[in-house]
T-cell receptor, first 112, second 115 residues
Framework: DSGVTQTPKHLITATGQRVTLRCSPR?????VYWYQQSLDQGLQFLIQ???????AKGNILERFSAQQFPDLHSELNLSSLELGDSALYFC???????????FGSGTQLSVL | DQQVKQNSPSLSVQEGRISILNCDYT??????FLWYKKYPAEGPTFLIS?????DKNEDGRFTVFLNKSAKHLSLHIVPSQPGDSAVYFC??????????????FGKGTKLSVIP
């Protein structure tokens, strides 16, 4: 158990809908990262937060947004969903920006 | 443009033999490298890392080698065990400004250790 909790584990929705993925980092970790893993793709970095502030953006679509709350949990919001958004979404946390990441078990999103 | 490449999607090895997983990178700004292991239905877990100032790091059965001039690193598992069967991701870290570091992953290599 990495200590990073992601909910829900599975999510099935329709095109055009909006969903929210939730992540609770390990106790004491200030950095939260979101990654997307599509079929046959590696882990694509989406966005990073550190202590409530956005620190870095990767290949995140404009339809996607995220935030980190004062209690350090984070949410990834995906809107106007398309079939191609179906993927495994991972949250990871670390103590500081240049430490190794600890990953949650992911949320499997299926857009039908 | 893929900055971290794992050119072998899969690898099969007999139990007890050596497994060698390879990774190439293109960005010379990468200064810290990590290997993660992933089992089905689980998130990636950290395995071993190496700083760019070293050329080898060993942890039990796992050794990572770094060749900076060739921009190449490899993970050796000796001896391989059936429980090592998983997808292995190579990752490289670089400073991305404003106190932030970014971890870039390869696509992974699926290792199968045959009993």
């Amino acid at each position: 158990d990495s200590g990073v909790t992601q909910t829900p584990k599975h999510l099935i929705t329709a095109t055009g809908q909006r969903v929210t993925l939730r992540c609770s980092p390990r106790s004491g970790d200030l950095s939260v990262y979101w990654y997307q893993q599509s079929l046959d793709q590696g882990l694509q970095f989406l966005i990073q937060y550190y202590n409530g502030e956005e620190r870095a953006k990767g290949n995140i679509l404009e339809r996607f947004s995220a935030q980190q709350f004062p209690d350090l949990h984070s949410e990834l919001n995906l809107s106007s969903l398309e079939l191609g958004d179906s993927a495994l979404y991972f949250c990871a946390s670390s103590v500081s920006a240049n430490e190794k990441l600890f990953f949650g078990s992911g949320t499997q999103l299926s857009v039908l | 443009d893929q900055q971290v490449k794992q050119n072998s999607p899969s690898l099969s090895v007999q139990e007890g033999r050596i497994s060698i997983l390879n990774c190439d990178y293109t960005n010379s700004m990468f200064d810290y490298f990590l290997w993660y292991k992933k089992y089905p239905a689980e998130g990636p877990t950290f395995l071993i890392s190496i700083s760019s100032i070293k050329d080898k790091n060993e942890d039990g059965r796992f050794t990572v080698f770094l060749n900076k001039s060739a921009k190449h690193l490899s993970l050796h598992i000796v001896p391989s065990q059936p429980g090592d069967s998983a997808v292995y991701f190579c990752a490289a870290m670089s400073y991305s400004g404003a106190g932030s570091y970014q971890l870039t992953f390869g696509k992974g290599t699926k290792l199968s250790v045959i009993p």
